[in-house]
């Protein structure tokens, strides 16, 4: 499950949470990040646990976009331990995804 952020909860769950976090920057009306939200509700099944996935709409919180310095959407930005680790902007492969979080979570672990 996707847990949506905003800019009331979005510093308490990235950095209090003791997993990654992967947060989705996307809009409504994007084309691209609708692909993608099939692919990230996957990405949120098969990593339960070890992995937190997340949404902020760009729309409706524009100072979180900025924060962050999202320019493109979909962004996808992985946390670990509060840390921006990894950023992939526009449409990404599940196998892409998969990659990036298995890497992190093994680099985590040592």
Do not use: H, Y
Not at 52 to 75: Q, R
Not at 95 to 108: D, H, P, Y
Request: negative net charge.
């Amino acid at each position: 499950m996707e847990i949506i952020l905003n800019e009331t909860n979005f510093d308490q769950e990235i950095k209090e949470g003791a997993l990654p976090f992967l947060v989705d920057f996307w809009a409504q009306w994007c084309g691209p990040c609708q692909m993608l939200g099939p692919i990230l509700d996957q990405i949120a099944t098969d990593f339960k646990g070890r992995v937190c996935v997340g949404k902020v709409n760009v729309d409706e919180n524009p100072n979180l976009a900025g924060k962050f310095g999202v320019m493109s959407i979909p962004t996808l930005i992985l946390f670990v331990g509060g840390q921006e680790k990894e950023r992939l902007v526009g449409v990404v492969p599940k196998e892409r995804l998969i990659q990036l979080l298995e890497n992190s979570l093994g680099a985590a672990q040592q």
